[in-house]
């Protein structure tokens, strides 16, 4: 308990009261001059109420006072024990609730910033993860045109063979998986007719007096996972018989099971 505002100041900044009951009228300040005194020396906590004594009531002493800090404004007259007791738990509960309102922004101040953290850490991982998947991209479309050159180049190269490149079953007819353009100036027969209309197999061009022995040949070096040399008879589609040379091997897979001539 203290005599005077200053009084009053010096025990508030000593012992850190939960609760301070003011008179309005004090010898050496009035209770407005004190809140803005506690003010001025920034002497606020979050869990301190103050709560003010007047010997009359004055709405506009009230209202600067609950302006300035005050929890709650009493009259001398009306005052009681019980109604003091009553004043000072609503205080106490409005504290309370004060109190946890402010602990939850803190504690939500805290979330954001650590939210803000996190949002911002991955957001560089997400950039960085774009940057990399760029640059894979752009790497595959490189290699992708790579290949298309090279594939052109081939098909050049093919085109321009004298002669024509092949790709076939080993069956009795060499059914063509591929045969290049070339095969037009030897066979007479167009490259889609052996490809896509299917009207006539690489087999079946062989002259039906080498046809036998040509297989046999092809037989013995693909036993022997030998290339194979042969020169035998074709008939043209216009009837025509040509002597050809050809050259070849088998295409194995990786457990050793023949798939195609080339």
């Not at 939210?115 to 850490?121: D, F, K, N, S």
């Not at 693909?222 to 002597?243: D, F, H, L, M, V």
Request: proline share 3%.
């Amino acid at each position: 308990e203290a005599e005077t505002g200053e009084e009053a100041f010096l025990l508030c900044k000593q012992h850190l009261p939960d609760v301070i009951l003011l008179d309005y009228l004090l010898p050496d300040m009035d209770g407005l001059e004190f809140l803005g005194k506690f003010k001025k020396n920034q002497f606020e906590r979050a869990d301190l109420s103050l709560v003010m004594l007047t010997g009359q009531g004055d709405e506009k002493i009230a209202v600067e006072a609950i302006k300035n800090g005050a929890a709650e404004y009493l009259v001398k007259k009306n005052l009681t024990p019980e109604s003091l007791r009553l004043v000072m738990e609503n205080v106490r509960e409005k504290q309370a609730a004060l109190n946890a309102r402010k602990q939850a922004e803190s504690a939500m101040q805290v979330y954001a910033a650590e939210l803000e953290i996190r949002v911002e850490e991955r957001t560089a991982e997400l950039v960085q993860a774009n940057l990399q998947l760029q640059q894979e991209i752009k790497e595959r479309q490189q290699a992708e045109a790579a290949v298309q050159e090279s594939e052109r180049r081939l098909s050049t190269l093919i085109n321009n063979l004298p002669g024509y490149v092949y790709r076939v079953a080993n069956d009795r007819n060499y059914t063509p998986e591929f045969i290049s353009q070339g095969v037009f100036a030897i066979t007479e027969y167009k490259q889609e007719e052996y490809l896509v209309e299917r009207t006539i197999s690489y087999g079946q061009d062989i002259h039906p007096d080498d046809a036998n022995w040509v297989w046999d040949k092809i037989q013995q070096a693909i036993a022997n996972r030998q290339p194979y040399e042969c020169e035998y008879r074709i008939i043209t589609k216009s009837g025509t018989q040509k002597w050809v040379w050809e050259r070849g091997q088998g295409l194995y897979t990786e457990d050793g099971e023949l798939v195609f001539l080339e």
